[in-house]
């Protein structure tokens, strides 16, 4: 499948469910994130976050506060790609 393909009505509702967190700080920084960017998430970014998804929730908060950054297998194009997108302040 093309990486830059948009995700279908399907797959994003499956990815949206996938990133239900148990910190509260983790979800503001995704709800914002869907809010943003849902009618445009490719298969790149999806497999990107799918791969933050199965980080601990205080290694994700540590990623997207930018207490640390992606280490190893997790040090991908796109996951760094992403986190970049995902750290973007809300506007007030």
Do not use: Y
């Amino acid at each position: 499948m093309d990486d830059n393909a948009l995700l279908d009505e399907r797959a994003l509702s499956k990815l949206k469910w996938r990133c239900r967190r148990g910190l509260l700080e983790n979800d503001l920084f995704i709800e914002r994130f869907f809010a943003r960017h849902e009618s445009g998430i490719t298969v790149r970014q999806a497999r990107a976050l799918n791969a933050l998804m199965d980080l601990a929730d205080n290694d994700l908060l540590d990623l997207l506060l930018q207490r640390s950054e992606p280490q190893d297998a997790l040090a991908t194009e796109e996951v760094v790609e992403l986190l970049g997108v995902l750290r973007i302040p809300a506007v007030h």
